[in-house]
């Protein structure tokens, strides 16, 4: 398929798919329910977190902890007490219990505290064109709490040649604008094109397919290659392709 076939394929799968008729389904749903900033990316971030395995798991997953969080996610992260994250210790999603649960609250506690919360953070180490390397330093900032070890597997790192894929969904969520009805478009300090597409086995799959990738394991060296190939694409808005693979993957089985 040539370059301009191929475009005009993804931009109509992307229209296709890029669609509030398809949240329903899909866990982004979570932090649709909420109206306030502050409460959207935190809802974003956890449902994030927990995203991998089936879907609907995953929506009843999140649902839990906005449950957990009295359906106030900034007021409990920012002010809930001991005895109130207590109440948490027997949340399980997976791998992912009650005790990360509570590490996580308290990691994102401490970057509203000290350094006005996520947003800043990224939009200071980003890159002009990537945003992998920010993620590894916003993790650091993230852990500086005492924690145990096994919390960090849930908060993935870049720099250790993870693909970062929750991460990515994450920031797709909070940098994309808002106009289609799916992502929010709330940090405004940063571009789409700094972004990079959430690499998993669907949207990988057919990226091979069609010729965007050719490394075989979904890790941080396909990240960078599936980007190039996207940014040649649309070099201003490469990760809303991301709407077009995951789409023909899951919904098409596309081969």
């Not at 920010?134 to 849930?154: C, D, M, N, Y």
Request: a positive charge.
């Amino acid at each position: 398929m040539k370059k301009t076939e191929l475009k005009a394929f993804l931009d109509a799968k992307t229209l296709q798919y890029q669609r509030p008729e398809f949240l329903s389904s899909d866990p982004i749903q979570i932090p649709h329910r909420f109206g306030e900033k502050s409460d959207i990316e935190i809802a974003a971030f956890l449902t994030a977190t927990i995203a991998w395995g089936n879907r609907l798991s995953i929506i009843r997953s999140a649902n839990r902890m906005m449950e957990l969080m009295d359906e106030a996610p900034y007021d409990f992260v920012t002010s809930a007490s001991e005895q109130e994250l207590k109440k948490s210790a027997h949340f399980v999603h997976r791998t992912f219990n009650g005790i990360d649960f509570i590490t996580f609250v308290k990691g994102l506690r401490h970057l509203y505290k000290n350094y006005g919360g996520m947003e800043p953070l990224f939009t200071q180490y980003a890159k002009s064109d990537d945003l992998q390397e920010a993620i590894t330093k916003v993790r650091g900032h993230f852990f500086e709490i005492p924690h145990l070890q096994r919390s960090e597997k849930h908060f993935s790192n870049p720099s250790k040649g993870s693909a970062a894929k929750r991460l990515n969904m994450f920031l797709r969520w909070m940098v994309r604008p808002s106009d289609t009805g799916v992502d929010f478009g709330l940090w405004t300090g940063l571009k789409p094109a700094q972004l990079s597409c959430p690499l998993d086995v669907h949207s990988g799959n057919v990226a091979r397919t069609l010729g965007l990738l050719s490394r075989k394991q979904n890790d941080a060296r396909a990240v960078a290659e599936l980007d190039k190939a996207l940014r040649r694409l649309d070099a201003a808005d490469p990760v809303k392709y991301d709407f077009a693979l995951f789409g023909l993957g899951v919904f098409e089985n596309f081969q």
